[in-house]
């Protein structure tokens, strides 16, 4: 059974600051999803990692996936309060994006 | 083009009642999945639904089910509500073409769940 798991699952931040996400699962796969939900609403997909070596980078987030290790990452630099919200990882082994399997997520709180 | 859309967006029931969620996809996508969300046990799949047809099921009992409809929109329905059935639900769609293609799931706003 797959198994996805994220640390930390909190992190408080000061606003400038870098810090990094990771998120680990059991089964070998070559697609990774980082989701981004803020309070009370719904996953906004981020990134899509499709191969061992993939990163995306979007503004102030960078994105990479380790196949072999098993291990995607998730990179904040120079954190500011708009990035506040809880990060979810999710693995695909399907190959159709169908049937996610969630990390538990890393509520991102970064302070002024 | 218009997102995934979910009714209805809140609902109260009480234990023993039953309820049927509503998820209309993108435009174009045809595949619809489903997922409960609890502080407890987090993001959890339901079960997906492909050209009117189940191809992915998750760990859930059998008072979970749904459909999907020529048109793409789909039902899940829930029989015989239990307290720890109170969640928030999401529907995703996604265009599953072949592997290695960037497709990716896009959510709707989900149906907050209260069972009482």
């Known amino acids: 059974e797959l198994k996805v798991e994220q640390n930390p699952l909190f992190l408080s931040m000061q606003e400038g600051k870098n810090y990094t996400i990771y998120c680990n699962y059991s089964?070998?796969?070559?697609?990774l999803y980082w989701y981004r939900q803020d309070p009370g609403k719904s996953l906004e997909s981020l990134f899509v990692?499709?191969?061992?070596?993939a990163v995306k980078q979007e503004g102030r987030l960078m994105a990479s996936l380790d196949t072999k290790a098993r291990l995607s990452t998730l990179h904040i630099t120079a954190a500011v309060h708009d990035l506040s919200a809880t990060y979810f990882c999710?693995?695909?082994?399907?190959?159709?994006?169908?049937?996610?399997?969630f990390g538990t997520g890393t509520r991102l709180q970064v302070t002024l | 083009k218009a997102g995934v859309t979910q009714t209805p967006r809140y609902l109260i029931k009480t234990r023993g009642q039953q309820v049927t969620l509503s998820c209309s996809p993108i435009?174009?996508?045809?595949?619809v999945s489903w997922y409960q969300q609890t502080p407890g046990q987090g993001l959890q799949f339901l079960f997906e639904?492909?050209?009117?047809?189940?191809?992915n099921k998750g760990n859930f009992p059998g008072r979970f089910s749904g459909r999907q409809f020529s048109n793409s929109r789909s039902e899940m329905n829930v029989s015989t509500l239990e307290l720890g059935d109170s969640a928030l639900y999401l529907c995703?769609?996604?265009?599953?073409?072949?592997?290695?293609?960037?497709?990716?799931?896009?959510f709707g706003p989900g149906t907050r769940l209260l069972v009482l």
């Open positions: 999710a693995v695909d082994l399907t190959g159709t994006a169908s049937k996610l399997t």
């Open positions: 639904y492909f050209s009117e047809t189940q191809r």
């Open positions: 435009s174009g996508h045809r595949s």
């Open positions: 995703a769609s996604s265009w599953p073409r072949s592997k290695g293609a960037g497709e990716t799931q896009y």
């Open positions: 990692l499709l191969s061992n070596g």
């Open positions: 089964t070998t796969s070559d697609r």
